[in-house]
């Protein structure tokens, strides 16, 4: 289907019409009105074009977001008054007050939509755009999965997309490649029990993918199913396999209590941590909040590293970064324990001495000692993140009573909210606090061991765990189904491991913990990595040269350290080749380039706010519009240094209508 007219004009291929590529068209759409400049935009995904896979709108209700409405929209400004169009439009939490569904118009700025209702709100941004597109701006919408991006002579692209009908090949001047959460070839990570479930025809492994995309209905009633990992996705899990087989969770005075629907299996589940994802503190900021820091900014962090270690030494993430990461959460964490212990009044004092001491550089302790704290207080990610770390336990009732406590805990702490909770405030100063540690770490900001050791295998796990949290009440429903005998979390150090004609669960720190199941479902998130990456058009990028995965360049005795990233340019992310070379007119967002730019599982903008994420396709959508002139001459240019493949398009599989 193509809505508006643009004859001849600049050409955009945007591959992935998620919350990224929708972003990119709607910029596209306001650049092309001020300037007046013709475009075609053929607006391609696999899954569903205007909502993209993990708010695709044909999903169950239950599999719900983990933002709050009112921190959500996907218009670049607010409504104006005029008409909802490219460049104003409603936050999804008005879209919501204003639905004919009581259910959806119930759930207010502070509550959590399902992930289908956001699909379908995305999918009435996408018609809006579409319904008033500038003169000369056409976009055609195909559903389709592009296979191949090829390069030609001329600096043109051929696209090559695959649908349920036919094969057909369409040229572009520029190309965005916005395909967010990567699908992961499961032989990759997990090769033994893949092997073993391929031996054994009876088991079933499922992985490789998001938990809402698995076959899990394969699962049968009463049957044991062990999960890896105790995350997000985990929660996906556990409600298709309770909520989606009948079951149902009732309030009563001691909380929740699970009514089974009588086709639920047994689920056993464990990670490194035996730790599920705690609760995100109950909303209190406004959607346009923004944190003033105290002492975490990139110019105090440099010139830490200038005076310690030299101006000339990589940053490293222990040494120079984490201090004043720990400091500006020790912040917000010790200004709420004074609070709570001796008033407003004397908190405030606390607040402003404090941001001195640390300021002017000064031993904090005997201030903290003179509030009546412990001259030590800190809040201790490792400690939050690892609470089982050391411990045993005698057998797994023992380690079920810890859980069950903790997780109450964890609640109690959720409900005391994110501005006035000590400890869900000051995990909060994590999400506040991104784009500084992106300003350090983007672009290989770190040495190579430090990035890899530091930052990706400590930091980025703590931070995702202790930031990223479900609502409140998905901790409540966990706790109803360990409590009614339906699920089981192993124990700390979760082993996977293959024996016999199953699959077996065990934890080395609680007495006899074991147990065998049938089939396995990998609850993790696949992290993006080019070199598992299941998708024939990032193998075909690669193999013809036109991408590279990102390396963080060796320094100071560092060996090299591969990401498995897609590399990428400074704004306006193009992508670089094999011999080092931005390519013109091809640009990638989001998960692609994950590991030359942290933080890109974001699926909105923020109203009131130019956030990163619409900064991102403002910058591709402003080279679009600004560039066809320019993309000529400098392809020349490259061409001349770095011969590139040549169109290479198969015009017998060709047939060119979209869907
Ligand atoms: C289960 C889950 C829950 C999440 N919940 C939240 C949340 O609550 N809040 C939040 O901010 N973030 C959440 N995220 C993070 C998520 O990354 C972002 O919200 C958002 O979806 C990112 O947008 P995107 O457009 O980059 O990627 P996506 O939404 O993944 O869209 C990319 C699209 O590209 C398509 N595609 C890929 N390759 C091709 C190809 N070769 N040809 C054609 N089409 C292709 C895919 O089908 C997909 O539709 C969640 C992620 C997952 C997996």
């Known amino acids: 289907m193509t809505s508006g007219s643009a004859g001849s004009g600049t050409r955009v291929a945007i591959i992935g019409m998620g919350p990224r590529g929708i972003s990119v068209l709607e910029r596209i759409a306001v650049h092309a009105a001020d300037t007046g400049r013709r475009v075609h935009v053929l607006a391609i995904d696999r899954t569903e074009v205007g909502a993209g896979r993990v708010w695709r709108t044909g999903q169950p209700d239950w599999f719900a977001m983990n933002t709050v409405a009112g921190q959500v ?82 600096g043109t692209f051929s696209v090559e997309i695959a649908s349920a009908a036919h094969t057909r090949t369409a040229w572009a001047d520029h190309v965005v490649l916005a395909t967010g959460h990567p699908l992961i070839d499961p032989a990759a990570t997990m090769r033994d029990l893949e092997r073993h479930a391929t031996r054994h025809p009876q088991l079933r492994l499922l992985a490789g993918d998001s938990a809402a995309d698995m076959p899990l209905d394969s699962i049968g009633p009463g049957e044991t199913v062990g999960v890896i990992g105790l995350g997000l996705s985990f929660y996906d899990v556990l409600l298709t396999l309770t909520v989606g087989r009948g079951g149902r969770f009732e309030e009563t005075e001691r909380g929740l209590r699970h009514v089974p629907g009588g086709g639920e299996p047994r689920v056993v589940a ?81 607040a402003e001495l404090h941001a001195q001491y640390l300021e002017n550089g000064q031993p904090t302790g005997p201030l903290r000692r003179s509030f009546g704290l412990p001259g030590d207080a800190t809040l201790d990610l490792e400690a939050l993140a690892r609470p089982f770390a050391g411990r045993t336990f005698t057998d797994p009732q023992h380690f079920r009573a810890a859980l069950l406590s903790l997780l109450r805990a964890d609640i109690a702490e959720a409900k005391r909210g994110t501005l006035n909770g000590p400890i869900k405030a000051a995990l909060d100063v994590l999400r506040d ?43 409540e429903q966990l706790i109803a189904l360990i409590e009614a005998g339906v699920v089981t979390v192993i124990g700390p150090r979760a082993r996977f491991t293959a024996a016999r004609q199953r699959f077996v669960l065990s934890s080395p720190d ?41 390396v963080v360049p060796g320094v100071g005795g560092h060996a090299p350290y591969p990401t498995g990233g897609l590399d990428v340019t400074r704004a306006p992310y193009r992508v670089i080749d094999r011999s080092g070379r931005a390519v013109p007119g091809l640009y990638a967002l989001g998960l692609p380039t994950e590991h030359v730019r942290w933080f890109n599982q974001i699926g909105n903008g923020r109203p009131g706010l130019k956030t990163l994420f619409l900064r991102d396709a403002d ?13 000529a001459a400098a392809v020349k240019e490259l061409t001349a240094v770095t011969p590139i493949a040549t169109a290479d398009v198969d015009t017998d599989r060709v047939a060119a209508t979209a869907h």
Do not use: C
């Open 270 to 350: 464990g990670s490194r941590s035996g730790l599920p994802i705690p609760a995100r503190g109950v909303n209190q900021k406004a959607s346009n909040h923004v944190h003033s820091a105290v002492v975490f900014t990139a110019d105090r962090v440099r010139a830490h590293r200038d005076e310690t270690d030299g101006a000339d030494a990589p940053l490293n993430f222990r040494r120079h970064v984490m201090p004043f990461i720990q400091a500006e959460i020790d912040h917000r964490y010790l200004t709420l324990l004074v609070r709570d212990t001796l008033g407003p009044a004397p908190s405030e004092r606390f």
């Open 510 to 550: 609680v007495f006899g913990a074991r147990v065998e199941a049938t089939a396995l479902v990998d609850a993790r998130i696949p992290q993006p990595n080019l070199r598992y990456d299941r998708s024939p058009l990032y193998r075909q990028l690669l193999a013809d040269g036109i991408a590279r995965e990102f």
């Open 73 to 154: 929209t996907m218009y670049s400004a607010d409504r104006d008054g005029g008409p909802d169009r490219p460049g104003h439009g409603p936050s999804l939490a008005e879209w919501l007050a204003e639905h004919p569904d009581p259910r959806l118009a119930a759930i207010g700025p502070d509550g959590y939509a399902p992930r289908a209702a956001y699909g379908r709100y995305l999918r009435e941004v996408y018609g809006n755009l579409l319904d008033r597109l500038p003169a000369g701006m056409s976009v055609e919408s195909v559903t389709g999965h592009v296979e191949a991006v090829r390069l030609g002579t001329d």
């Open 433 to 475: 606090i991104r784009n500084t540690v992106r300003d350090l770490v983007d672009f290989g900001g770190l040495d190579p061991a430090s990035r890899r050791d530091d930052f990706e295998n400590w930091y980025v796990p703590i931070n995702a765990l202790l930031s990223a949290g479900p609502p409140l009440e998905r901790s």
């Open 619 to 631: 910058a591709i959508a402003e080279a679009i519009i600004a560039a066809p002139a320019a993309q």
